[in-house]
């Protein structure tokens, strides 16, 4: 078995670095300082192609697999790991629906 990182894992190891570093680790100390929550970081998500990264791409998503999430949650999760499992909870939900189709 060949456990090598593929060109899209790697892809998403530097997204979900970049992200955490630069907008997440921000936003988490902005948000503790003034005790909310801030809706920001789904606007990230989404431009970053987070939420559909399981999703096979004939279904709209980018076709990274389970394997890919994981890395994004671990990742992401250095920074804030409420604010990383929020497109965890939208796979969460749907994973099992699409698997059952």
Do not use: H
Not at 68 to 85: K, V
């Amino acid at each position: 078995m060949d456990y090598a990182i593929n060109e899209m894992e790697q892809d998403v190891l530097n997204t979900t670095r970049e992200l955490a570093q630069n907008k997440l680790k921000p936003l988490r100390a902005k948000m503790d300082e003034e005790e909310t929550f801030s809706r920001e970081m789904y606007d990230e998500y989404r431009k970053a192609g987070i939420f559909g990264l399981w999703l096979p791409k004939e279904y709209g998503g980018r076709g990274g697999g389970i394997t890919c999430l994981a890395m994004a949650f671990e990742e992401l999760s250095r920074a804030c790991a409420g604010l990383a499992l929020t497109p965890g909870t939208s796979a969460l939900g749907a994973i099992p629906m699409f698997l059952a189709a």
